[in-house]
């Protein structure tokens, strides 16, 4: 059978969505997104549809590879949203030929690379992405934190309250103690900022740390300044989350295992874990 590759550019969202769905319908996390979601998770993701490309099988979509544009913030490496084929065109080289496309459309807008998340039981895929020349660039945990507040001692006397993005610092080195991953950075807060909860801890009218939470319950950030840590601000951001949410169990996804605070954080708030990922990135 022959393919013809091209980008996603005159691509509607029903047929990309649904070549998504039949892609992961045999993974280890069934995928079956409406259109609704779908669109969010292109706008969370930063895709692009001319850097995006996929395979057709006649007027089918036999395999796909979803890209964002370069990424000046991440060392202009684009994020790699979702690769997948359609469960009777495996085998094929498919991806590999995607991922060719891929690359030769994003060096003349100055890209240097790709990065991407892989779960770390995907052996396939882990295997696969090494053979394209990606390496492993850090481990990231994904868990659930649900129930009962634990208690974790007196507070300090703080406000909490819904912020702008534009309130949040420039400099956010005394904040976080890894860099979010291209999902979870404050772009992917903006591309969803309509539907989007963010709330600042104030001490003094000084913001001292903020949460950042999708619809859905999946926490993009949550932050506080190494100076208040340990006094209940944390919890109080998971509290206002859970609340302006109204999810039963807050998410986290792609949190670096590496980041001994916040995973000290995490684990005495009874989060629970469900999958890891590796971090993956190509340079070129």
Same mark, same amino acid.
């Given at each position: 059978?022959?393919?013809?590759?091209?980008?996603?550019?005159?691509?509607?969202?029903?047929?990309?969505?649904?070549?998504?769905?039949? *892609?992961? +319908?045999?993974?280890?996390?069934?995928? +079956?997104?409406?259109?609704?979601?779908?669109?969010?998770?292109?706008?969370?993701?930063?895709?692009?549809?001319?850097? +995006? &490309?996929? *395979?057709? $099988?006649?007027?089918?979509?036999?395999? =796909?590879?979803?890209?964002?544009?370069?990424?000046?913030?991440?060392?202009?490496?684009?994020?790699?949203?979702?690769?997948?084929?359609? @469960? *009777? %065109?495996?085998?094929?080289?498919?991806?590999?030929?995607?991922?060719?496309?891929?690359? /030769?459309?994003?060096?003349?807008?100055?890209?240097?690379?790709?990065? !991407?998340?892989?779960?770390?039981?995907?052996?396939? $895929?882990?295997?696969?992405?090494?053979? #394209?020349? #990606?390496?492993?660039?850090?481990?990231?945990?994904?868990?659930?934190?649900?129930?009962?507040? @634990?208690?974790?001692?007196?507070?300090?006397?703080?406000?909490?309250?819904?912020?702008? !993005?534009?309130?949040?610092?420039?400099?956010?080195?005394? &904040?976080?103690?890894?860099?979010?991953? @291209?999902?979870?950075?404050? $772009?992917?807060?903006?591309?969803?900022?309509?539907?989007?909860?963010? !709330?600042?801890? =104030?001490?003094?009218?000084?913001?001292?740390?903020?949460?950042?939470?999708?619809?859905?319950? +999946?926490?993009?950030?949550?932050?506080? %300044?190494?100076? #208040?840590?340990?006094?209940?601000?944390?919890?109080?951001?998971?509290?206002?989350?859970?609340?302006?949410?109204?999810?039963?169990?807050?998410? =986290?996804?792609?949190?670096?295992?590496? *980041?001994?605070?916040? /995973?000290? &954080?995490?684990?005495? $708030?009874?989060?629970?874990?469900?999958?890891?990922?590796?971090?993956?990135?190509?340079? =070129?």
């Amino acid at each position: 059978m022959s393919y013809q590759i091209t980008d996603c550019r005159t691509a509607q969202s029903s047929q990309l969505c649904s070549a998504m769905n039949a *892609a992961f +319908s045999d993974y280890v996390v069934p995928l +079956s997104l409406t259109e609704d979601k779908f669109r969010d998770f292109q706008k969370q993701r930063g895709y692009s549809a001319e850097h +995006s &490309f996929v *395979a057709l $099988a006649g007027d089918e979509i036999a395999a =796909f590879w979803f890209s964002s544009a370069p990424l000046s913030s991440y060392e202009n490496h684009a994020y790699t949203l979702s690769v997948g084929t359609v @469960p *009777a %065109h495996r085998r094929k080289g498919l991806s590999r030929q995607l991922l060719h496309k891929v690359i /030769n459309r994003q060096k003349p807008d100055g890209g240097r690379g790709l990065q !991407l998340e892989v779960i770390t039981t995907n052996e396939k $895929a882990v295997t696969a992405y090494q053979e #394209f020349g #990606f390496q492993v660039r850090r481990t990231l945990r994904v868990c659930r934190i649900a129930g009962k507040r @634990p208690d974790f001692g007196d507070e300090p006397e703080f406000t909490l309250a819904k912020i702008t !993005l534009d309130q949040l610092p420039a400099d956010e080195g005394a &904040f976080f103690d890894t860099e979010p991953t @291209p999902q979870n950075s404050r $772009a992917a807060l903006r591309g969803l900022l309509e539907t989007s909860h963010v !709330l600042g801890v =104030f001490v003094n009218e000084r913001l001292i740390g903020w949460g950042a939470s999708y619809a859905d319950g +999946s926490v993009a950030q949550i932050a506080v %300044h190494r100076d #208040f840590r340990r006094r209940g601000a944390g919890q109080a951001l998971l509290d206002g989350l859970r609340s302006a949410t109204g999810a039963g169990q807050l998410t =986290f996804v792609n949190v670096d295992t590496a *980041a001994e605070g916040v /995973n000290a &954080f995490l684990d005495r $708030a009874g989060a629970e874990d469900r999958v890891h990922q590796l971090e993956m990135r190509l340079t =070129f």
